[in-house]
């Protein structure tokens, strides 16, 4: 028996190299949010939490004094390392280990920046805490991750493929999940907006390496669907769907 973190070392260690050259990780409307927030801050020491193959690294390394690429995976962090020095970063160190245990000393980061990570936390609220504790006063922290709808219909749906898709997905939130755990945790909401995500079926799934079996699944599950799901997601005859990313921002005090 496996446990969720060797589960989640294994898919991901098997698909560091597509992850770097993913189109859907590489570029999104929010690395420019991220860059407008550290601009001023020259001096700014930035965690990048559940870094992935390092996206939000790379774009704000150049402004800032220095990043910590964080991950669960070796393969995922290696892929980092090398991809930074290809792109003469020399300000970006990789740090291995959950983002439920956080190995940081209080208040060590001016920002916290989180992206396509928390769906696979165990513990959304215990994270939350910790980057709490690892942010300095009147640090700013900016999660961005698929969000679920608040209608259980269109949540099931999603939750489904996700997990199909992907035995290491815990859960997809919703806008009211994350405001009220961020406000548990003791770091107050200041914005948030959802964007839209088209996700195109055939590289989704051979990014995950989806098993045969699991992919039919899901090909079979979204034909079965009511038309208000198949319309809300702008699920086509090839699989390929459209899904809500939240951008949210919080700060400590």
Not at 90 to 119: C, K, Q
Not at 132 to 137: A, M
Request: charged share 20%; hydrophobic share 45%; aromatic share 10%.
């Amino acid at each position: 028996m496996r446990d969720h973190k060797q589960l989640v070392k294994t898919q991901f260690s098997e698909q560091a190299d597509a992850y770097l050259n993913s189109t859907v990780h590489a570029q999104g409307a929010e690395f420019e949010l991220l860059k407008q927030a550290v601009k001023q801050n020259p001096q700014a020491s930035v965690l990048d939490l559940g870094c992935g193959a390092g996206h939000v690294s790379f774009n704000i390394a150049p402004l800032v004094k220095k990043v910590i690429a964080y991950d669960l995976s070796l393969a995922m962090l290696d892929v980092v390392s090398q991809a930074a020095k290809s792109k003469g970063l020399t300000n970006v160190a990789i740090v291995e280990g959950m983002a439920e245990l956080l190995p940081f000393n209080e208040n060590s980061f001016d920002f916290v920046f989180s992206r396509y990570s928390a769906h696979h936390w165990t513990d959304l609220g215990g994270v939350l805490r910790s980057v709490k504790r690892v942010l300095k006063p009147n640090g700013l922290a900016a999660f961005i991750d698929v969000v679920t709808p608040e209608l259980p219909l269109l949540d099931t749906y999603l939750q489904s493929v996700e997990v199909l898709r992907d035995a290491s997905h815990v859960r997809d939130y919703s806008v009211a999940e994350w405001t009220k755990q961020l406000g548990e945790s003791g770091l107050i909401v200041t914005k948030y907006h959802k964007q839209k995500l088209r996700l195109e079926f055939s590289s989704w799934i051979e990014r995950m390496r989806t098993p045969l079996v699991f992919r039919d699944a899901i090909l079979a599950l979204q034909q079965a669907l009511g038309q208000e799901v198949r319309d809300y997601f702008e699920i086509d005859q090839q699989g390929s769907f459209t899904t809500d990313v939240l951008v949210i921002w919080a700060m400590t005090i």
